[in-house]
Structures are given as structure tokens and as C-alpha cells.
Antibody, heavy 121, light 110 residues
């Protein structure tokens, strides 16, 4: 079973960018998609999008399309999320999750521990 | 891509059954059989409980079951136990490589 390890908490100013990472260990990396899901304080889960490392192809929810970039380093089994032009309502716990077995027939079967990103002036 | 609609809360006594509904549209739940359910305890990451509408991953107790009718999926917990008290979220494939989560339901064991 794959385990996902995420980078540490971040505090950012409004208008800045954040890049968070998710390292996979103990399972295949290339052939799965890795998604990002966020959860604002006291709120529900919100799917952001993700990447298939093998192809380098990414996909996202419409509301994030112009502010989000997904990348992956296949040499270290690590996926990255970069979110730009941060606003206070981007304050949330950001989870990475493995999506499989196929990008269009999937479920999120492994989750990272989550990263708190706080956007505050 | 609007969130799927779930009841805010459901409750039951130990041993009873509870059912959580998840209502979408013909663009997601109504068309695709890729509905999954997640359990989340406070301060923890979500855990996959049901996938492909009604399949259980290894390690998930048999008291959890899923179904779907039209645009509405459901999660049933039979024989409710204290450790089942948590938040539950449904999720559906919505086409064009996108996914949508439900609004979430808090399950309380009385």
C-alpha cells in the first residue's frame, strides 16, 4: 500500500504563491494519478485537480484553472501543487491523494497527512 | 461543478442502521458508476470506505454498504458502532477527468 508524505505547514501573504509537495513511498507512482483536495477550516472537501506523472498531463476544477500548476518528479516519486495569487479564502488543509486505477474511473485510495496553508497579511 | 448534496447530519443508537444520501445530477452521479465514500475523523485525513458505488476496499467492515438509484447514491452503516462517529463525504466522477465531492454528513452515535 502506497504511503504519501507531505511537506510542512506554510504561512503566506495575500497575492503570493505556495508550492507544496507529496512524496509517494511503497507503491507505484508513474501509472497512477495524484490529486489534490483541500478543506477549509470547518468546511467540506474540495477537489482541486492533479497530474498523471507518467504522461505529465494535468487536470483541474474549473475554478482553479488559471491559478494552479501540477508537476511531478518521477526520479523522487514526488508530486507538487503550486497555487498562485493567494487569497484569504485559500486558507485550508491541502491533501494529496492517489487516484486510481484510471483517471476517469477512479477513487482516492491513499491520502497524505495534509498540509495547513494559511494566507494572512 | 456544484458540490453533491448530502444531509448535514444523521444520528442513530449503537446497533441501529443509518443511511446517508448523496444527490447529484445527470452529469455526475446519474451517469457514472464511479461514486466513492470517505470517512473522516476530526483532525485526520479521509479514508476510502466504498468505491464504484458498492465495493468495499480490503479492511473496511462489512457493515458499510453503498448503492445508487438515478442521481442519488447512498451509504448505509448497519449495526452502528461508536467508532463510526465521523464525517462522511461522497465523491463522483463528473466527466472530462474531473471529480466532485459532496457537502459532507456528520454521523452521531447516540
Amino acid at each position: 500500500q502506497v504511503q504519501l508524505f507531505q511537506s510542512g505547514a506554510e504561512v503566506k501573504k495575500p497575492g503570493s504563491s505556495v508550492r507544496v509537495s507529496c512524496k509517494a513511498s511503497g507503491g507505484p507512482f508513474d501509472t497512477y494519478a495524484f490529486s489534490w483536495v483541500r478543506q477549509a477550516p470547518g468546511q467540506g472537501l474540495e477537489w482541486i485537480g492533479g497530474i498523471i506523472p507518467f504522461f505529465g498531463s494535468s487536470y483541474s476544477a474549473r475554478k482553479f484553472q488559471d491559478r494552479v500548476t501540477f508537476t511531478a518528479d518521477r526520479s523522487t516519486n514526488t508530486a507538487f501543487l503550486e497555487l498562485t495569487n493567494l487569497r484569504s479564502d485559500d486558507t485550508a488543509v491541502y491533501y494529496c491523494a492517489r487516484l486510481g486505477p484510471y483517471i476517469n474511473q477512479g477513487r482516492f485510495d491513499s491520502w497524505g497527512q495534509g498540509i495547513l496553508v494559511t494566507v494572512s497579511s | 461543478q456544484s458540490a453533491l448534496t448530502q444531509p448535514r447530519s444523521v444520528s442513530g443508537s449503537p446497533g441501529q442502521s443509518v443511511t446517508i444520501s448523496c444527490t447529484g445530477t445527470s452529469s455526475d452521479v446519474g451517469t457514472f458508476n464511479y461514486v466513492s465514500w470517505y470517512q473522516q475523523h476530526p483532525g485526520k485525513a479521509p479514508r476510502l470506505m466504498i468505491y464504484d458505488v458498492n465495493k468495499r476496499p480490503s479492511g473496511v467492515p462489512g457493515r458499510f454498504s453503498g448503492s445508487k438509484s438515478g442521481d442519488t447514491a447512498s451509504l448505509t452503516i448497519s449495526g452502528l458502532q461508536a467508532e463510526d462517529e465521523a464525517d462522511y463525504y461522497c465523491c463522483s466522477y463528473a466527466g472530462s477527468y474531473t471529480y466532485v465531492f459532496g457537502t459532507g454528513t456528520k454521523v452521531t452515535v447516540l
